[in-house]
């Protein structure tokens, strides 16, 4: 019971019968053969739109001789306006149907045929970017893609040319064709511009500095973080939309606004003869005659009426002020200048003369 319980390890290690044989070359890599060699039949099928049927028909014919070299039939069905790829027996590597797949694919979205018939190649491979589930408003949408593609394709034309990738943007998706690596970065690139997480200039920049990077050998193998730039997210501000208030629901219908005839039987004037109506649009009409004329006329008095002086006045005001002013300061004056004089005709001239003095002292000393 316990040697039941217990696990052995490496019970399955047993000797095979041909691990003693020598001749036998374990990693050894078996080619290709030359004679068909599948057992059943592969096929795959996809739809295209309307738009491409014309096109696809003029070059039905050289698609059909590309894959025809590889064993792979194709048909063309314009009704159910389908593609469809499928092994044949002169079938040999087993891999170019998944590439025949790729080949309707990229012709359904939009690829040239000279372009799209480089993915048989075994070094070019190509992604399909579902761009169109990643922004729900639609006006966003177009937007991010028309930002994705840039002035005149210019950001697509740099992105291509760094990445070393083929890229369609078309509808609602993207496609690309190039090596695994570059294709990686462009679909990285994509997703972080339509989710708008980074501009696609920013990883211009940050793919183009790597590239400088990777030509230098000193820093081939080093960390390049700390060379790389970090780009922050700014919080721009955006307009307030402006919420109308929503009026408070009633199943009722508005009320029917009154007609003329409604109106007319409200003030009598329905019942009125014709005479009477008629008069009456006169009498209106003399008023409102009446009243324009009488307007026309205070217009054309306003033009002669004389403007108010009101500077005038003030100016009148101070010169008066300032006449006032001056004439009981002369006064003011005058009368200092009369105490003065009195003042002077007191005071004797001869007590201010030495010699008159002393003349005067003389004579009463001698009397």
Not at 35 to 56: D, G, I, N
Not at 134 to 149: A, E, G, M, S, Y
Not at 321 to 340: C, P, T
Request: charged share 35%.
């Amino acid at each position: 019971m316990d040697n039941k319980g217990k696990k052995h390890k490496g019970k399955h290690d047993k000797e095979k019968p041909w691990d003693d044989k020598d001749d036998v070359e374990r990693w050894k890599i078996v080619p290709v053969p030359d004679e068909p060699c599948l057992l059943e039949v592969s096929s795959f099928s996809t739809l295209f739109p309307q738009y491409r049927e014309k096109y696809l028909q003029e070059v039905w014919p050289r698609v059909k001789s590309a894959l025809k070299q590889h064993g792979v039939s194709c048909e063309l069905d314009l009704v159910k306006g389908s593609m469809t790829v499928s092994t044949t027996r002169k079938t040999i590597d087993p891999y170019i149907i998944v590439k025949s797949r790729d080949l309707i694919k990229l012709l359904s979205r939009s690829v040239p045929a000279p372009q799209a018939l480089k993915i048989l190649n075994d070094e070019m491979q190509c992604d399909i970017i579902k761009i169109g589930g990643l922004v729900r408003n639609k006006d966003k949408f177009v937007k991010r893609r028309q930002r994705l593609i840039g002035p005149d394709s210019s950001t697509l034309k740099a992105l291509e040319i760094l990445t070393g990738c083929y890229i369609l943007v078309q509808g609602n998706s993207v496609s690309a064709m190039g090596s695994f690596k570059g294709l990686k970065q462009v679909r990285r690139i994509v997703e972080e511009c339509m989710l708008n997480k980074m501009h696609p200039l920013y990883n211009i920049k940050v793919l183009m500095m790597k590239r400088d990077l990777a030509s230098n050998p000193e820093l081939a193998n080093e960390n390049w973080d700390r060379f790389l730039p970090k780009f922050k997210k700014k919080n721009v501000k955006q307009k307030k939309v402006k919420t109308k208030e929503k009026k408070q629901y009633t199943p009722f219908p508005p009320p029917q606004p009154p007609s003329k005839i409604d109106m007319q039987l409200e003030t009598g004037e329905y019942f009125l003869s014709d005479k009477k109506k008629s008069a009456k649009k006169w009498q209106e009409r003399q008023e409102k005659q009446a009243e324009k004329t009488a307007e026309n006329k205070r217009k054309r008095e306003e033009a002669y009426k004389a403007p108010e002086e009101v500077q005038m006045q003030d100016n009148d005001n101070n010169r008066k002020d300032d006449i006032a002013a001056m004439a009981a300061s002369l006064k003011n004056k005058a009368k200092e200048f009369g105490k003065r004089k009195s003042a002077t005709d007191e005071i004797d001239a001869e007590m201010y003369i030495a010699g008159v003095q002393s003349s005067k002292k003389k004579s009463k000393n001698k009397n």
